[in-house]
């Protein structure tokens, strides 16, 4: 595929029209005509904004090394990543309530309640909600991290 059909497959994908393109990119609408037609092929500056409005690499846009669907499976492997490390953290989290679920029963049996109990039950949960804040934390960074990409 050539660049100037590459470039109005983006354009339509994206849901623009020419005009739309050309404001975003400060161009005329008559450029953006004229690079899609193939008579006219944008300087590098408009090219690399191209690349950047519409989320592909310039190998992918100027070359054809790569294509839109690829970015686009790369992408779905990028979703899968995130994913199965969402999974991997639910499960510790599982294991986390669990065996203090287990600690707290203990402690209430054993102990009869008396203050040492409620306190040790305080820090662990305590402890407990402190992990599950941090594991969190770094699953939304993980997450805009791939959005970002």
């Given amino acids: 595929m050539k660049f100037h059909e590459k470039l109005q497959n983006l354009r339509k994908n994206a849901g623009m029209t020419q005009l739309e393109l050309a404001e ?55 979703e899968k990543i995130v994913h199965q490390e969402h999974k991997r953290e639910m499960k510790l989290k599982e294991k986390i309530l669990l065996i203090s679920a287990v600690i707290s029963i203990v402690l209430l049996l054993g102990w009869k309640m008396n203050s040492i109990s409620i306190a040790v039950i305080i820090i662990v949960w305590s402890a407990i909600g402190y992990v599950l804040y941090w594991n969190g934390r770094k699953l939304l960074e993980l997450l805009s991290k791939s959005v970002r990409k």
Avoid: H, Y
Wanted: with cysteine; glycine share 8%; aromatic share 4%.
């Fill in 24 to 78: 975003k990119l400060m161009v005329s609408r008559q450029a953006i005509s004229k690079w899609e037609t193939g008579s006219a092929v944008p300087d590098l500056e408009n090219i690399i904004s191209i690349c950047d409005l519409f989320g592909v690499s310039l190998d992918c846009l100027v070359r054809g090394i790569g294509t839109v669907e690829t970015e686009e499976k790369i992408q779905d492997t990028a």
